[in-house]
């Protein structure tokens, strides 16, 4: 199946907030709110699919969210490693590739090995891209990709008076990826939590109310139908609507 060649966002990332929230809400203990949290991801991205989205990035787990409670980590490990053994297989079939941003290293072994597996089953597919931001917070990949500048220019000096900001997005981890189109962020919290800040500097901001566990896809297709209405004139002027 190829992707659908519609008008609007192509790359969106989501901060899948209020899962705790959600739970509490319910009654219920938060771990199951990340776990019906962790349901909505594969509807999500089927949603996302036919929209004619191309890659969807989702902060899983940010390099804050070791200060929560060791058994609640140890959960989200748990859940992350049950998503992708019951997963990647049907992602497979769907032609879905699989990429991730963050550190990994600091991840138990086994949630490495498991990830590592999926990326390999999933490597050749070529329709929407599922990137999980893991152990990811944007400060530390920014200052990661200046030593790595820096590395490169104790061998080349003259490398330093050559860069660029096209240039520099080499440095991150999303060298390669497609210019991030929109933000969308869960349980009506108006922050960007440390999540793609280089990124984020033309990409349209979506505040959704309802907490993630409860987002579904007709709230993403209401927010990619809003990013359509937008005007995006990247700081110049609409040709269009110039005397406005
Ligand atoms: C924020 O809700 C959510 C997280 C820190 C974890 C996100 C993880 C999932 C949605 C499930 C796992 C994902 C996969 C791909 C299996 P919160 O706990 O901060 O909610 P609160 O602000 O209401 O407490």
């Known amino acids: 199946m190829s992707p659908p060649t519609l008008s609007g966002p192509k790359h ?10 959600w739970a509490r809400a319910q009654g219920l203990r938060r771990n199951l709110g990340h776990e019906r949290g962790g349901h ?5 991205l089927r949603a996302a699919f036919h929209l004619g989205i191309r890659q969807l990035t989702l902060y899983a787990f940010s390099t804050e969210n070791w200060k929560r409670p060791k058994p609640e980590v140890a959960f989200l490990m748990n ?14 079939k769907d032609n879905v590739r699989f990429l ?5 290293a600091r991840f138990p072994q086994r ?7 999926s990326k390999e089953v999933l490597r050749h597919n070529t329709g929407i891209v599922l990137c999980l931001a893991l152990n990811y917070g944007a400060r530390r990949e920014i200052v990661e990709a200046a030593k790595s ?25 999303t060298a390669g990826m497609p210019e ?6 869960t349980a009506g919290e108006y922050r960007v939590s440390n999540f793609l800040l280089w990124q984020l500097s033309y990409a349209e901001l979506y505040f959704e109310s309802v907490f993630w566990p409860d987002f579904t896809p007709e ?26």
Request: net charge negative; aromatic share 6%.
């Open 79 to 92: 859940l992350l490693v049950r998503f992708l053994r019951s997963e990647t297989e049907p992602l497979n």
């Open 111 to 117: 949630v490495q090995d498991e990830i590592a597996r």
């Open 100 to 104: 991730t941003l963050g550190d990994l």
């Open 40 to 44: 909505q991801v594969r509807d999500i």
């Open 180 to 185: 991030l189109d929109m933000l969308i962020r």
């Open 12 to 21: 969106v990332a989501i901060i899948m907030d209020g899962n705790g929230r």
């Open 149 to 173: 500048f820096t590395r490169r220019c104790l061998q080349d000096p003259e490398r330093v008076d050559r860069l660029d900001e096209e240039g520099f997005n080499e440095y991150l981890e």
């Open 219 to 244: 709230h993403l297709r209401a927010a990619v139908e809003n990013f359509r209405e937008r005007d995006r004139r990247y700081g110049g002027l609409n040709p269009i609507r110039k005397k406005a």
